[in-house]
């Protein structure tokens, strides 16, 4: 064989290889994540993104061939911002309101559901009755940028004091700037454990909204719709499999058969 032949057939074996290198890899989705929201998601130290709605977000990802990349933002405002701007593509943990409809296009298949509640000083005399208007008295901490549901998104009576995170809200709690917070309480409480003050809390029920959690796309992303068509027709097909029942289980989530019983 001609030195010519064997330089042509390790060309062309190259040109194979990097071809199948090529189709190996998968589209990258970039995803913003704002605060660390346990269980629903957030970084561990060593950055590895986790959380029952991001795992179950990856899994549906990786099912249409692309790869999560997770940018964490200190709060939700910056991840909202990110996805006006189109500088990442998704968020996987968001609920529908009239202002997020603006930047985002959303599933209509919740993929989980979330809670938001009413957190006191452990020593406080505040009763909550599931009447917004028996708190109206009170000062009530809140994020910017979230939604606790239409009813207490919509009241102007409340008199709601905005932060930017939830470790300010906490803190706010704590040291009597508001008499109330307004807060997943899985998340909040978990956050008073590793800061060595959970008893100072607790929670007030019943809840003030039951959230569906659904998956957004940016409106600046390129075909956007198509793509949340392919996310919800996944997530509609996941949520079925024993596979999404294990991602439930492992972050303390209760499968809403075993509710009823």
């Not at 009170?138 to 409340?158: A, C, M, Q, R």
């Not at 024993?242 to 209760?254: M, Q, S, T």
């Amino acid at each position: 064989m001609t030195n010519l032949a064997v330089r042509l057939i390790l060309a062309l074996a190259l040109a194979v290889f990097s071809y199948q290198v090529r189709a190996a890899e998968k589209a990258v989705i970039r995803i913003a994540m704002p605060e660390d929201f346990y269980p629903f998601y957030a970084v561990d130290r060593d950055g590895t993104p986790g959380g029952a709605s991001y795992e179950i977000a990856e899994a549906v990802l990786e099912k249409l061939g692309y790869e999560a990349q997770v940018t964490q933002y200190s709060d939700m405002r910056g991840a909202l911002q990110s996805m006006a701007a189109g500088s990442q593509d998704m968020m996987v943990n968001l609920t529908s309101t009239p202002e997020r409809d603006k930047l985002a296009l959303f599933t209509s298949t919740p993929h989980i559901y979330e809670t938001q509640d009413l957190i006191a000083r452990a020593d406080s005399p505040i009763e909550y009755n599931g009447r917004l208007l028996s708190i109206a008295q009170f000062k009530i901490g809140v994020n910017y940028g979230w939604t606790y549901g239409p009813e207490f998104d919509s009241t102007h009576y409340l008199t709601k004091a905005p932060v930017l995170d939830s470790v300010a809200q906490l803190k706010g709690l704590l040291s009597g700037t508001f008499d109330l917070a307004i807060n997943n309480q899985q998340y909040f409480l978990s956050s008073a454990d590793r800061l060595g003050v959970r008893s100072a809390f607790k929670v007030l029920t019943p809840s003030v909204h039951v959230l569906p959690v659904n998956l957004a796309v940016s409106r600046r992303m390129p075909n956007a719709e198509a793509f949340r068509d392919q996310l919800e027709q996944q997530v509609r097909q996941y949520i079925t499999t024993p596979d999404y029942r294990l991602i439930l289980r492992k972050y303390g989530f209760v499968l809403p058969a075993e509710a009823a019983q």
